[in-house]
């Protein structure tokens, strides 16, 4: 059993910067963010796995996010830049095991509570 535990949200104007932090409990190779805005599916933003791949799965954040994760911490990062108000979401961390890091969040396992992010116009 692996927990989850994110931070970071916040509410920033239109192209500020926020920075998601999730805590691991325990190494895990595919860690992966989603985000939920109402009314919306969860959708994969982008996954770092152990070997240090990654993959955006949204064009729109391509150049504007920034994955990270260091393994020795099980800590999993998402810096975002050039915030729009279409990026207001609850963003969750995900994490299974095995080495393909899906986009479908019915593949994750554990999850985090979320955190808010709210971007201003």
């Known amino acids: 059993q692996v927990q989850l535990v994110e931070s970071g949200g916040g509410s920033v104007q239109a192209g500020g910067s926020l920075r998601l932090t999730c805590v691991a409990s325990g190494y895990i190779n595919c860690m992966v963010w989603f985000r939920q805005a109402p009314g919306k599916e969860r959708e994969g933003v982008a996954s770092a796995n152990g070997g240090g791949t990654v993959t955006y799965f949204i064009d729109s954040v391509k150049g504007r996010f920034t994955i990270a994760r260091d393994n020795a911490e099980k800590t999993l990062w998402l810096s975002m830049d050039s915030l729009m108000p279409e990026d207001s979401a609850m963003y969750y961390c995900?994490?299974?095991?095995?080495?393909?890091?899906?986009?479908?969040?019915?593949?994750?396992?554990?999850w985090g509570r979320g955190a808010q992010v709210t971007v201003s116009s």
């Open positions: 995900a994490a299974k095991e095995g080495g393909y890091c899906a986009r479908d969040a019915d593949a994750y396992k554990y």
